[in-house]
């Protein structure tokens, strides 16, 4: 049971707070604000409770509050609060990244911790040029993204990432070699796709194009999202993947798969490496890997790549890369304990014979009004709204403020709403959503 409110928005200045990715003044005069969660739902300040179809932030994977993450972070805070990563160490983290070398595919099985997926993505990018600075080809300077990619707020991510709003905000000082990828969203083809559609794995050829530009030789690492999540659920195209792979192997390329969201059963699997059984040299971690309930980030790189880097340095430290709170401990312990939690209640499992369910229930959106399109894939789904005439955006804006307020947490990039929520859903609770959104939709028109 959730526990009562005590507080209320009255008796909060919400003045001092710059709040991240909001529209500040716009929230300030009707903010939206949670007191308390458990399990599926949340509470307001106000009291009411609210489902949540979104798993938080795409984190919360194994619900709200679970008992043993909790007390696993408690025993941490009171015995070891904090140790230092550099040039020391703490036994969580090590059994941390062992247990997740041990849930990663094929030889993915040394572990870089950071504290969140911008982090890990930045971190990753370093990885990548100190691979090829090892084995003797420092050329290989040039990343690939794909555009509608999110790869966090780093200016690597930002670089590497394909949200335009994004890079134009901070385009001077951008990492100057870095080509995009097209991305694979076309409503012409791919409209109400059950799964992942039939048309698009040609634009992965594009890779080649900008090898042959460019020069394959310069080019360190293509990074993309197996799955996109928070550009508005973009699911690759059948064939899409492994294309990027075999150009990769052709050119001596790295391919690193940002798998914040896709990652601890999302799409029914530990990763969506596993899902679409395509080998990344490596995975970007965060999210799901504590629940949420602590800030972690990991790169988890191929045994090839850390032995290049740690071998091309006789002595002393092989990697300048690294954060104060690298592994920290109350982060470690989150972790194991979900981990734990994860194969104790089959969450992945469960997500994935959950899929078929809830592939039909969010489909069932087709047809109301201004909805263009349906697309899901795993415990996901994107639900894309016809943009309001000169006005982009505003549409889905109303669809989470009139949701929340029916009890139901969305999530909206521009005009389309994201669903993703934490696998301990029941069949009851996804038609809940449905009768919820379903709701909202026809009060939008």
Known sequence: MLPPTTSAAGELSLEELWMPFTANRAFKRAPRLLASASGMHYRDVEGRVVLDGTAGLWCVNAGHCRPAIVEAIQRSAATLDFAPGFQMGHPSSFALAKELAELAPGDLDHVFFANSGSEAVDSALKIALAYHQARGEPERVRFVGRMR?????????????????????????????????????????????????????????AL?????????????????????GSTGVLVPPRGYLEKLRALC?????????????TGFGRLGTPFGADYFHVQPDMLTVAKGITNGAVPMGAVVVRRGIYQSVVDA????????????????PLAASAGLATLEVYRQEKLFERAASLAPFWEQAVHSFRGLPNVIDVRNLGLVAGIELEPRPGKPGARGYDALVEAFRAGLLIRVTGDIIALSPPLIIERKEIEQIVDLLGGVLKRLA
């Open 149 to 205: 990619g999110y790869h966090g707020v780093g200016f690597g991510g930002i670089s590497v990432g394909g949200i335009e709003i994004n890079r134009k905000a901070f385009a001077a000082q951008l990492l100057p070699q870095v080509d995009h990828l097209p991305h694979t969203h076309d409503l012409a083809h791919n409209a109400f796709s059950r799964g992942q559609p039939a048309w698009g794995a040609h634009l992965a050829d």
């Open 208 to 228: 080649e194009e900008i090898a042959s530009r460019r020069g394959a030789g310069t080019i360190a690492a293509v990074i993309v999202e197996p799955m996109a």
């Open 249 to 261: 192997d052709r050119h001596g390329i790295l391919l690193v798969f940002d798998e914040v969201i």
């Open 313 to 328: 340095t006789e002595a002393g430290i092989e990697f300048f890369h690294g954060y104060t709170y690298s592994g920290h």
